[in-house]
């Protein structure tokens, strides 16, 4: 049971150029969930989803775009990355009816220059 | 004023020394309290999680809410080198419509030295 697992864990890019980042859980969790975490400012909620097929913004959605096709996948784009985009990444997971208990991934780090 | 102050610290103590760690909020509208764990370059994991006002313990680590001061706190007894991390609260409103949307504190960054 490996829990949430993300990909990559390190990225360099560059100004304008897209990626997307991965997450993977496989406790079979409806709810999961994208943060972004900048230095001395916890967590901040980007997208989540409910279910396959429905998401929804979170407090910082602007310049990300999320899918949900599958219970496990709920892949994160950046479009045309900026600078401000710079930081550490996490997907988290939960069940319905104990969402507040959310297990979280390694994180991704990134960067743009 | 942002919903959920915490102070960043950093926080060093001895080892065994009782930590205090804090965290105010504005939202009357959370139930919901978490204190996340997180250690370096990882990802946070759930430490305690308190329902409403009241305490809760468990083991060396006990939370206690009280909604009235909209104040949470968390203590370390007998603190380890293993608890140095740093440490997130996190609330949330619960039920309806919340989807376990949490929010959460800047962290307070520990140190426990040997």
């Known amino acids: 049971n490996a829990g949430v697992t993300q990909t990559p864990k390190f990225r360099i890019l560059k100004i304008g150029q897209s990626m997307t980042l991965q997450c993977t859980q496989d406790?079979?969790?409806?709810?999961m969930y994208w943060y972004r975490q900048d230095p001395g400012m916890g967590l901040k909620l980007i997208y989540y989803?409910?279910?396959?097929?429905?998401?929804d913004k979170g407090e910082v959605p602007n310049g990300y775009n999320v899918s949900r096709s599958t219970t496990e996948d709920f892949p994160l784009r950046l479009e045309l990355a900026a600078p401000s985009q710079t930081s550490v990444y996490f997907c988290?997971?939960?069940?319905?009816?104990?969402?507040?208990?959310?297990?979280f991934g390694p994180g991704t780090r990134l960067l743009v220059l | 004023q942002k919903e959920v102050e915490q102070d960043p610290g950093p926080l060093s103590v001895p080892e065994g020394a009782i930590v205090s760690l804090n965290c105010t909020y504005s939202?009357?509208?959370?139930?919901?309290f978490m204190w996340y764990r997180q250690y370096s370059r990882k990802g946070p994991e759930l430490l305690m999680y308190?329902?409403?006002?009241g305490n809760k313990e468990d083991g060396r680590f006990t939370a206690q809410v009280d909604k009235s001061s909209k104040y949470i706190s968390l203590f370390i007894r007998d603190s380890q080198p293993s608890d140095s991390a740093t440490y997130l609260c996190?609330?949330?409103?619960?039920?309806?419509?919340?989807?376990?949307?949490?929010?959460f504190g800047q962290g307070t960054i520990l140190t426990v030295h040997p």
């Open positions: 989803s409910v279910g396959a097929g429905i998401t």
């Open positions: 406790m079979n969790h409806n709810y």
């Open positions: 308190t329902y409403s006002s």
């Open positions: 988290a997971s939960s069940t319905a009816g104990t969402q507040e208990t959310q297990y």
């Open positions: 996190a609330m949330s409103a619960g039920g309806g419509t919340s989807y376990g949307k949490l929010t």
């Open positions: 939202n009357s509208a959370f139930q919901y």
